[in-house]
C-alpha cells in the first residue's frame, strides 16, 4: 500500500507540474490559465491530449513541437519531475493525513513563484496569496493563523524600519506574504531557523552577480522545505544549540 500511494504521489505530483508550467508562464503575462487552452508556444496550434502527457510526451516529441519542429523548453519537464519529486517528499513526510493535499497545494505554489521569480523577477500576488490561505489549513488553525501574521507584520516592520535608516527599499510585499507562508507551514522557532538559512543560501549567488538582481524568494521556498522535511533535526539542533 505505500508504494501505490508513493506511486500515486508521484504521478500526482507530474500532473500538477503540468500545471504549474502553466501558471508559470501565463500569470506574469496576464493571461488566463484557462482559456485557451495548451497550445505551442512558437505556431499557437491547439495541442492534442497525448502531447500533454507529464515529461513523457517531452521526451516522445524529443523535446520539439509535434506541429512546427520548434523547440520546446526543457523547464516543463523539469518542472514536471522536481513537483513529482516535491510530492513523494512531502508526502513521506505528512502521510496520508485530510490536510496533505493543502500542504501539497502551498508548496506547489512556493515552487511556481520560485521559477517566476527566478524568470521575472517578479512574484504575482495571485500566487503568492493562495500559497499563504493553503498553508493556513493546518490541524490548528488558530496557531497557524497567529504564527503567520506575527511573522509578516514582524518582517514588515523590519523592513520599514531599514528602508528608512538607508532611505532605499529594503523588503517587498511579496516577501512579507511569502513570510507569513512560511511560519503557518514552520510555525515557531523554526520560522526564524528558516529564515537565517535562506540567508546563507543566498549568499554564493549575491557574491556572484554583483550587476544583476538575485532573487530572494527562492531561497526562502527552499530553506521552508528543508526545515519542513527535517523539523525533528531543526529541534535537536536547537536544544543542541541552547541546551548544549
Known amino acids: 500500500m505505500a508504494l501505490i500511494l508513493t506511486l500515486a504521489a508521484l504521478v500526482l505530483g507530474a500532473a500538477i507540474g503540468s ?17 485557451p487552452g495548451s497550445h505551442c508556444q512558437s505556431c499557437h496550434t491547439p495541442l492534442k491530449w497525448y502531447h500533454n502527457i507529464p515529461i513523457l510526451s517531452w521526451l516522445f516529441l524529443t523535446g520539439k513541437c ?8 526543457k523547464q516543463y519537464p ?11 517528499l512531502l508526502f513521506w513526510k505528512v502521510g496520508l493525513t485530510w490536510y496533505l493535499p493543502f500542504v501539497f497545494a502551498s508548496f506547489s505554489a512556493l515552487f511556481a513563484l520560485t521559477v517566476i521569480d527566478f524568470k521575472y523577477y517578479a512574484v504575482p500576488d495571485s500566487v503568492n496569496f493562495f500559497a499563504l490561505a493553503a498553508a493556513l ?4 488553525f488558530i496557531t497557524a493563523a497567529t504564527d503567520a501574521a506575527i511573522a509578516a507584520l514582524a518582517l514588515y516592520l523590519l523592513g520599514r524600519g531599514v ?3 538607508f532611505k532605499k527599499e529594503a523588503m517587498g510585499s511579496a516577501d512579507v506574504i511569502v513570510a507569513g507562508t512560511m511560519a503557518a507551514l514552520l510555525g515557531f522557532p523554526h520560522f526564524f531557523v528558516a529564515l537565517f538559512l535562506s540567508a ?3 549568499i554564493i549567488p549575491s557574491l556572484f ?6 532573487p530572494f524568494v527562492p531561497f526562502l521556498a527552499l530553506a521552508t522545505l528543508i526545515i519542513y522535511l527535517f523539523d525533528d533535526q531543526t529541534t535537536l539542533l536547537l536544544n543542541w544549540i541552547l541546551y548544549g
Open 137 to 140: 489549513v493546518q490541524p490548528d
Open 66 to 73: 509535434a506541429y512546427c519542429k520548434a523547440p520546446i523548453s
Open 78 to 88: 523539469l518542472v514536471e519531475a522536481i513537483t513529482a519529486l516535491l510530492f513523494v
Open 209 to 214: 552577480a554583483k550587476e544583476t538582481m538575485v
Open 200 to 202: 546563507i543560501l543566498a
Open 163 to 165: 528602508s528608512y535608516l
Open 19 to 35: 500545471f504549474l508550467n502553466v501558471v508559470i508562464y501565463r500569470i506574469p503575462e496576464g493571461e488566463s490559465i484557462a482559456f
